[in-house]
Structure formats: C-alpha cells, structure tokens
C-alpha cells in the first residue's frame, strides 16, 4: 500500500524556481498536444522535447519528461475539449532519477535549475511510522510562498486474516443522526456536527443575501470550515470503529442500484460525499490494521427484521417487527442486517454469539447462513 507523507520545506528560491520551471514546461507540452489534438506520450516527445530542452536548459532532461507525462494525463483528462492549463506554483512531480530521500539522515536531495541540491528533510512524528517504507516519488508545490512535498512511500501490506468460522463480523451503518451505528451496539451520533450546521445555516442564508464578493468569500471558507469539521468527526469514528476487535467490517455499497425506486433513505446516502469520505477512512484504516471490508447490497437493509427477517415497519427512530414482535433502534437493526449479509457474502456459517445488545440478548446463531430467507433455529 502506499500512503503519503506531507511535510514543508525550508525557503529556497531554488527549488521554486523548478517548480515553476517545471509547470511552464508542462504548459509548453499541453499547448503542442492540443493544437495537435494528441494525448500520445510519442508524439509529444517528437514535436516537444528537442524544443522544450532547448529553450530551458537548466532543467533537468528526467523533469522534462515529467512535466511532458504530466501534459499527457492532463490532455487525456479534457479529451481535446478544453486546453488544460497548469498553474505556475502548482506540483512538480519528481521520480526516482531526479531526487533522493534520506529519512533515516533527514536529507533531499533533489534536481533544480540550480544543480543538484541537498535540503533539509523534517518528517513531522505522525509520520515517523512510515518512515520503514521506500521512498517511490515526491510532488513540490509553491503553497503562498510556502514550500509543501508529499512523499509518496510504499509500505508492505499488511496480512490479511484468512476467514473461517471464527471469523468476527461487525455491521456498520451510515446516517444522518447517527453518522455511525455498528452491529455490536457502538452508536456515533452527529449532535455537534448538526450543531455547527445549524449555525452555519442561519449565516449562510444571509450571507447569499448579501452577494458581495466579500460575502461570496466568507461564504467559501464557512464550507471550507464545515467540512473540515466534518472530515475530523468522520476521522474520529473511523479509527474508534477500527480499534475494536473483529476480522470484517461490513458496510451497505452504496454504488450500486442508483435508481430512483431505492427510496429517499438511501438516495439522500448516495448524494452525501460524507458517507463516502467515511467509507474511504474506514478502508484505509483497516488496510493499516489488516482488516478486511466487504460490501453488501444495501436493499431493505432498514426494512427487515434483523430478527426474523420478516418485513418491519419504522417508528421514529425505532424499528418495530410484528412477527416476532422485537422492537430496537432502527439504524442498530440496520447494522445487524448490514453483518448478516456480511458473513453470507464471507460465507460464514455462524455468529458467535451471544452479543449483548442493550438489555436483551442477541444470539447470533439463530440467524440463517445464507440468510435469504432467514430461518429462526433457535429458541429465543
Ligand atoms: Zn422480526
């Protein structure tokens, strides 16, 4: 797995330079590319390269292809519509030939219009548990005068635990007022978070009453500021979910059947880039942790009875099943369905249960294996 470490440099007037070199280059490529209606790495080369080398000298042949590799992916993104342009202090894209880490000696050497230069290499201590990975490439932008790399580092994968009957499984399901509810009784709700849209809410009407500029920018950075708000909250109950004990995390995929038949429920899921930041979080710290994630359809997830199976009916925030007569919290019911189908997908056969669930007992082993139908195996 790779993952990226983000870190500043120190001012150097240099290395900006070269960043800057590299983006006018790249924008050098992209002008040949559209007006020749090509993506062609080949024929970038052969129209722009002798030229671009040509005229700057100074950088370095390997960041010369970079910034053409870079137009290239540019140009395949607009696919000839729109000439792409790349702005002069964003990231330059360094490869193994143009620079060097040291992150036991805390030194980079790298490429610039300069010649080659060492500079000073800090990694931040969050970051320290990377630093046993290889070092694969490095992007320098200009941040505001500030120098920003990320490192990008290849780390071993972590095991993944072979499944078998004592496989663990825990649902999770994704809301609005509970952003996170799993199968094992684990509730995160989202008062604050609510909170802090509500008072956004009242403000932001009146700022696009407003409609100055200034009110446009303070608009901006009050949703700047929510979802960073947002995304530490769904940080936060990622890495609690993740600390539990368990082999697979289930979760609803919420990319499949986009239909308007799916119900409001899950259409207000799909339009939320919340749950998706959630899921993304979720996976990148179990791949840290060796776990696995499973998908599962997320049809009547919220309608049947975890129980039984049987079809239920929602009151407020309970779900209520007139089969068996259970009555529980609906996103907990959720949840469960979410685990079931889970271990049907794992092909588990059981739950070791019991789980305690509030103040009644969950014993898993009543529920079906292939869970379609859900069968009732056991005494209650
Ligand atoms: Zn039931």
């Known amino acids: 797995m790779q993952r990226t470490i983000a870190l500043t440099l120190d001012p150097n007037p240099g290395v900006v330079r070269t960043v800057q070199t590299f983006n006018e280059v790249t924008n050098f490529f992209l002008g040949i590319g559209f007006a020749n209606n090509t993506h062609s790495t080949k024929l970038l080369q052969k129209l722009g390269y002798e030229e671009a080398r040509k005229r700057w000298p100074a950088l370095q042949s390997s960041l010369v292809q970079g910034a053409r590799d870079c137009a290239k992916e540019m140009l395949k993104r607009e696919k000839g519509k729109r000439l792409p342009v790349k702005k002069p202090n964003s990231s330059a894209r360094f490869n193994q030939r143009t620079f060097k880490a040291y992150l036991d000696s805390g030194v980079l050497s790298l490429s610039t219009v300069e010649g080659r230069q060492k500079v000073p290499l800090r990694i931040p201590p969050y970051f320290h548990r990377y630093s046993h990975g290889e070092v694969v490439s490095l992007r320098v932008r200009c941040d505001h005068g500030v120098l920003r790399a990320d ?24 809301g609005i007022i509970n952003i996170a509810v799993t199968s094992r009784n684990d509730f995160f709700h989202s008062r604050d978070l609510r909170r802090v849209r509500g008072r956004n809410r009242h403000l ?4 696009q009453a407003v409609g100055t500029r200034s009110a446009k920018r303070r608009l901006q950075r009050l949703s700047g500021r929510e979802r960073r708000f947002q995304a530490d909250v769904n940080h936060c109950i990622a890495k609690e979910v993740v600390s539990r004990p368990f082999d697979v995390l289930a979760l609803e995929d919420l990319h499949i059947g986009m239909d308007k038949k799916s119900g409001r429920r899950f259409n207000r899921k799909l339009g939320g880039w919340a749950y998706a930041q959630l899921e993304s979080f979720l996976k ?32 407020g925030s309970e779900f209520v099943c007139h089969s068996c007569g259970s ?4 996103d907990l019911n959720a949840a469960r369905n979410i685990a079931y189908r889970g271990m049907s997908l794992i092909g588990r056969p059981h739950v070791n249960g019991p789980i305690v669930a509030g103040n009644e007992m969950w014993d898993g082993n009543q529920v079906d294996p292939s869970y379609k139908p859900p069968v009732l195996t056991g005494g209650n």
């Open 327 to 330: 009555s529980l919290n609906a």
């Open 204 to 207: 932001r009407a009146r700022l």
């Open 151 to 174: 490192l990008i580092v290849d780390l071993p994968d972590t095991a993944l635990p072979s499944l078998s009957k004592e496989s663990t499984v825990v649902g999770v399901d994704r």
């Open 284 to 315: 990148y710290k179990c791949e840290e942790v060796g776990r696995r994630i499973v998908l599962v359809p997320p049809e009547y997830t919220s309608k049947d009875c975890s129980r039984c199976g049987a079809r239920g009916v929602r009151k």
